[in-house]
């Protein structure tokens, strides 16, 4: 039987980060994952404070972002402006390609061990101090799963802390326009949709448009002119042209409840998925992996799998998780689902907040 210390499954954003982290620490690992998926290019809103950690500990800038300085968010007509002010030098947080970020994170990794079949049933064995991966034949001390599609196969199967399944979609495109896009992100919340705008050039940006309801279909039709009709009726943009194909996703919300004893974590969108409305779902990920490398950077330890180390890890995670999940479930059920009764009820706090240089330092340091 083989023997590694890590059996990282998954090939995505989150695994690619992970084993270059591993690779630095000097940690032995294996990483098996179903055939990679047609990838579509994407835009995500990262925050400041990962790239300074980026940057800092592979000694490496990821140089190709775009600043966000301001953001303005509408609660119907109500306006809460959040500047770069707050957190210079740093801007409020950076929109960034997801291909540069697959490129960036896969440099120097070797191809990934295995590929699985995508219909391949697994059978991991979980005994007192490692955990068998039957099919191959390998024995780990952790496994670190990065790929939702794994946890049914991971035997005492995690329970799902929180679930729900939203009846809600959401949508991404890129769009043109002739007018200044000027580091600026919009996020209007009107009548229960919830439409983002982020630049990622001076005159391209690319929108995340959520609380569409069954019905909705009709709004994000292949031509795009009703959804470009609609982010002109919302935005003061005169100009918008769509630049690329209009993608749906359907929006579910869970965290895995990690059992010290099966040593197993559940990183990146295996462990947790949160509404898009804040664009914290990737940043959450990178912050897993931030966490596991200060338990596999610390030498006394030599088990990464034992309680402790599980248990350190979920206590420390679930911070975040919950600040993220409770805030963005809230906001969806007060302005997505009953939209009317409640989006009043958000104003006066958004008042409150835009008149308090204090209450914006404390709402972005929260969630930026
Ligand atoms: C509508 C929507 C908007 C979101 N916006 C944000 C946001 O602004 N900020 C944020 O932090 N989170 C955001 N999220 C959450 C985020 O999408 C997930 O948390 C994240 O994708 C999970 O990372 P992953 O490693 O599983 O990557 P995956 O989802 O597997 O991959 C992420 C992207 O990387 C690229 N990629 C993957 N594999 C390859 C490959 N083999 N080659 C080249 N490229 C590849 C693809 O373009 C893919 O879309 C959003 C989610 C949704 C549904």
Redesign the pocket.
């Known amino acids: 039987m083989d023997q590694t210390n890590i059996l990282v499954l998954g090939?995505?954003?989150?695994s690619n980060l992970l084993r270059r982290v591993l690779i630095k620490n000097k940690i032995d690992h294996l990483n098996f994952a179903y055939p990679?998926q047609e990838?579509?290019?994407?835009f995500?809103?990262?925050k400041p404070t990962f790239l300074k950690w980026y940057s800092d500990y592979f000694n490496e800038d990821l140089h190709n972002h775009y600043a966000i300085k301001h953001i303005q968010i509408f609660v119907d007509y109500e306006e809460l402006n959040l500047k770069d002010t707050i957190t210079r030098p740093f801007p409020l947080f950076n929109i960034m390609r997801?291909?540069y970020l697959?490129e960036s994170f896969s440099r120097d990794l070797d191809d990934i061990d295995k590929t699985l079949k995508a219909d391949e049933d697994l059978e991991f064995v979980f005994e007192n101090d490692e955990v068998i991966f039957k099919n191959y034949q390998i024995s780990s001390k952790l496994i670190i799963n990065?790929d939702f599609r794994f946890n049914k196969f991971l035997k005492i199967k995690p329970e799902r802390e929180e679930k729900k399944e939203y009846d809600e979609f959401?949508v991404?495109a890129i769009f043109k326009t002739d007018d200044n896009l000027d580091n600026r992100a919009v996020q209007y919340f009107r009548k229960g949709k919830i439409l983002a705008i982020l630049p990622f050039s001076e005159h391209e940006f690319s929108i995340?448009l959520s609380g569409l309801k069954k019905g909705d279909e009709k709004l994000v039709d292949d031509s795009g002119e009703q959804l470009i009709n609609f982010i002109k009726q919302q935005s003061a943009l005169a100009s918008v042209e769509l630049s690329s194909k209009i993608n749906c996703?359907p929006l579910t919300l869970y965290k895995i409840k990690h059992d010290p004893k099966l040593r197993s974590l559940f990183i990146?969108?295996a462990g947790h998925k949160v509404h898009?409305m804040a664009?914290?779902?990737?940043?959450l990920?990178l912050g897993d992996i931030q966490m596991i490398d200060k338990l596999i950077s610390d030498k006394r330890i030599i088990d990464f799998g034992q309680e402790n180390s599980i248990k350190k890890y979920a206590m420390t995670r679930s911070v975040d998780e919950s600040i993220v999940m409770n805030l963005t479930d809230l906001l969806d059920e007060a302005l997505v689902n009953n939209s009317d009764v409640f989006s009043s009820l958000f104003k006066y706090p958004i008042k409150l907040i835009e008149n308090s240089e204090l209450l914006k330092k404390i709402l972005v340091r929260k969630m930026i």
Do not use: C, K
């Open positions: 090939n995505n954003l989150i990679a990838p579509e290019r994407r995500f809103a990262i997801s291909d697959f990065t959401a991404t995340v996703f990146g969108d898009p664009g914290q779902g990737l940043n990920g």
